[in-house]
């Protein structure tokens, strides 16, 4: 399995992972579900109302966490929007709960997708892994 697919893997089996941003000169974490894979890159999604947006698009760079079964990971890249349709829609059908608050086409709908990335798989019994993407 490459390690993209690895990430994603363990970010849906852990269900929640936290997402790290910085606001000015103070870091801000909330907890994130989306985690999806589309033309071979991570997407996540939020709603372009929302700090975390606003955060994004003023310093790209973020990290998120999450841990599972007593692994954890961490991932830090740069978050790209893709305002994009279609990378709107493979999400929504991917989570197709979120089309109960968001929609492709209204206007608050958003996707980034990370590059620039490295993987750190880490636990306190075995060596760390890491991944580029």
């Not at 606001?23 to 801000?28: A, E, H, I, T, V």
Request: proline share 5%; glycine share 8%.
């Amino acid at each position: 399995m490459e390690g993209l697919e690895k990430v994603v893997e363990f970010l849906k089996g852990a269900g929640t992972y936290y997402l790290a941003t910085v606001d000015g000169d103070q870091p801000r974490v909330r907890p994130f579900g989306t985690a999806h894979i589309f033309e071979g890159r991570l997407y996540i999604q939020t709603g372009k109302v929302k700090d975390v947006s606003k955060q994004l698009h003023a310093n790209p760079k973020a990290e998120l966490s999450a841990f599972k079964d007593g692994v954890w990971i961490r991932v830090s890249g740069e978050f790209v929007p893709d305002d994009r349709r279609e990378a709107k829609t493979s999400m929504l059908d991917a989570y197709p709960d979120l089309r109960n608050m968001y929609s492709e086409d209204d206007g608050n709908t958003e996707v980034f997708y990370l590059t620039n990335a490295t993987a750190t798989f880490s636990s306190f019994t075995a060596a760390p892994e890491t991944y580029t993407f």
